[in-house]
């Protein structure tokens, strides 16, 4: 022990730790001071004003859409991308003629940016675009909808274009998990009768813990993180109707209401820890253990 | 035989039907890039079909309007840099989180992985650059990238080195060799697999990103190539063969990257994500 304390001196750790300490730690507990002041860009003097930060964001209309927002983005899109991404990587795992050329091209959108995926929905999604057009030459014109300027639809809509986008990264993933399941297992569940839909589910699912486990959480976790999507395709409107917490962040710090800003970052920090950290541990027990 | 063929046509289903799928993804992607060569009228309809004529002149004419050129360089030198640094620290502390199996050195894991699932304090950064004195430089905007992938990289790297057998370490400490030799003569060279993937993984969201410019670049002279798409896009919001143009310009670094390093980005995803 004494001897491998000596050998790994722990200065290799010093650089990655003070500048993730510096530039991603600090900051989350300076913001954790900084929830409970008045800070405000014009003024000099910083005052502790206690709760009032966050009493004002569960009675402000805005902030509080902006949460249920997120919410129904972060659901929307972990339920969409991965019920897509293990529907897809069962079906690419199968030997098919053309599997590499689709997982390529269902994988190319997520290398992207999300600010290129985003600009080329935009005049897709208008009343007068391409999705509501088809829907028309298609004999459905009662599915063509105000895709971005119904206050009541947008969030749905930036949700399906983030699916849109990064199912393929979840596949991806399913599909390196596939990969790694022994055939013997379908072999013998074969000979002992099981169909395909039993075998999935005995065999597939559980061995497929992991890869679901890491999906789950970075859904969920990119889902409550969410900004860029919504900053480009709507900017958080019509009105305020697709605001979400990352556009409110930004939207007070223009503002220079910090003090109202960092609540709200702290406000999702919570959120993400207190939904994420029980689901790791939860899922870990789960997992077959190798 | 019967089997067989319900399987053979089991799996011609599901093939046609990925198909018809697939066009979903490819049709948006081909009315841009059709679109990027269209004259401004042509490209209005937004529906596929080739252009009439293929107008290489739009590249030329964003490139020079939209400042590409140097944004190009911008986002080379802060996705190149930020990629190295980040490359070297992470795998670094990984090493020795992973070597020395202490409680001090598990809690230092955990400090890390917490990276992984907690927002960034974005307005509370900018104070404290600010009070490091140099808020707007290229230079923080490195260092905050660098700090943002710790997280991912340590998991990947500690996932990886794990299965690096001690056994070859203790060797050379045998042969008088001190921490410093045993990573760069001895781990380095094991982990450049792992390097390539993170390379890449850090490239890819880091050149893609418009959340850190749009805070930490004041002057739009420093500004990276997809935040001078958005502010093009703002601008020329009728010529949408440009803008599609300007967004093909942005996509092909990654693009290419990706052509080149397909297997690196399975590799990673199976090492760490899968196994780890």
Redesign the interface.
């Known amino acids: 022990m004494n001897v491998?304390?000596r050998?790994?001196?722990?200065?290799?750790?010093w650089?990655?730790?003070l500048?993730?300490s510096?530039?991603?730690?600090?900051?989350?507990l300076?913001?954790l001071f900084?929830s409970f002041t008045d800070w405000r860009l014009d003024r000099e003097a910083i005052k502790f004003i206690g709760w009032d930060n966050f009493e004002r964001i569960f009675t402000d209309r805005t902030l509080l859409l902006a949460m249920k927002n997120t919410t129904i983005f972060a659901i929307v899109t972990v339920l969409g991308k991965n019920l897509l991404g293990i529907a897809?990587a069962v079906?690419?795992n199968?030997?098919?003629?053309?599997k590499n050329l689709?997982r390529?091209?269902?994988y190319?959108?997520s290398?992207?940016?999300?600010?290129?995926i985003s600009?080329?929905?935009t005049?897709?999604l208008r009343s007068d675009?391409?999705i509501n057009?088809i829907f028309e030459a298609v004999g459905l014109p009662s599915l063509s909808q105000a895709w971005l300027t119904n206050p009541a639809l947008v969030i749905w809509t930036v949700a399906f274009v983030s699916i849109?986008q990064h199912t393929?990264f979840q596949m991806?993933?399913y599909l390196?998990?596939l990969?790694?399941i022994s055939k013997e297992y379908y072999e013998a569940a074969t000979i002992d009768g099981a169909g395909s839909w039993r075998s999935f589910r005995s065999i597939t699912i559980p061995l497929l813990l992991?890869?679901i486990n890491?999906?789950l959480?970075l859904t969920l976790?990119g889902g409550?993180?969410v900004?860029?999507e919504v900053?480009?395709l709507t900017g958080g409107g019509p009105g305020n109707a697709s605001q979400v917490v990352g556009t409110i962040?930004?939207r007070?710090?223009g503002e220079g209401s910090?003090g109202l800003?960092?609540a709200v970052?702290?406000l999702?920090?919570a959120a993400?820890?207190i939904i994420?950290?029980p689901l790791l541990i939860f899922m870990r027990r789960k997992e077959v253990s190798e | 035989m019967s089997f067989s063929r319900k399987m053979a046509w089991r799996n011609y289903l599901v093939e046609g039907f990925l198909i018809l799928a697939s066009l979903l993804i490819i049709l948006p992607l081909l009315i841009m890039l059709f679109g990027s060569f269209m004259t401004s009228a042509e490209v209005l309809k937004f529906s596929l079909r080739l252009p009439e004529k293929w107008n290489f002149s739009n590249y030329t004419t964003v490139f020079r309007e939209g400042g590409l050129g140097r944004a190009f360089l911008n986002g080379m030198l802060i996705t190149g840099v930020s990629s190295v640094l980040n490359i070297f620290t992470s795998s670094a502390a990984s090493f020795i989180l992973v070597r020395r199996e202490t409680k001090w050195s598990n809690f230092l894991y955990m400090f890390f992985f917490m990276g992984l699932i907690a927002p960034m304090s974005t307005i509370t950064t900018i104070r404290v650059v600010q009070w490091m004195g140099f808020y707007g430089s290229i230079t923080s905007v490195i260092l905050i990238y660098a700090s943002l992938n710790t997280a991912f990289s340590v998991f990947l790297y500690s996932g990886f080195i794990r299965s690096i057998p001690k056994a070859l370490d203790e060797v050379a400490f045998l042969e008088g060799a001190n921490t410093f030799d045993v990573f760069f003569r001895i781990v380095t060279p094991l982990i450049v697999p792992v390097n390539a993937t993170v390379a890449i993984m850090v490239f890819m969201s880091v050149w893609n990103d418009i959340t850190i410019p749009l805070y930490f670049l004041t002057d739009s002279s420093d500004w990276t190539m997809p935040l001078s798409v958005y502010n093009f896009y703002g601008k020329y919001s009728r010529d949408w063969n440009l803008i599609f143009a300007d967004l093909v310009l942005t996509s092909l670094p990654v693009l290419i990257l990706y052509i080149f390093c397909q297997k690196y980005i399975v590799s990673g995803l199976t090492a760490g994500a899968v196994k780890g």
């Open positions: 491998s304390k050998l790994y001196s722990y200065y290799l750790i650089p990655a730790l500048i993730y510096i530039f991603f730690v600090l900051p989350a300076i913001g900084y897809l079906g690419l199968m030997k098919l003629k053309s689709l390529a091209i269902f190319s959108p290398i992207l940016s999300v600010l290129v600009i080329v929905f005049p897709m675009g391409t057009r849109w393929g991806a993933i390196a998990g990969q790694s992991p890869a890491i999906n959480m976790i409550l993180k900004f860029s900053f480009v962040i930004l007070s710090f910090w800003g960092t970052n702290t999702l920090f993400v820890t994420a950290i």
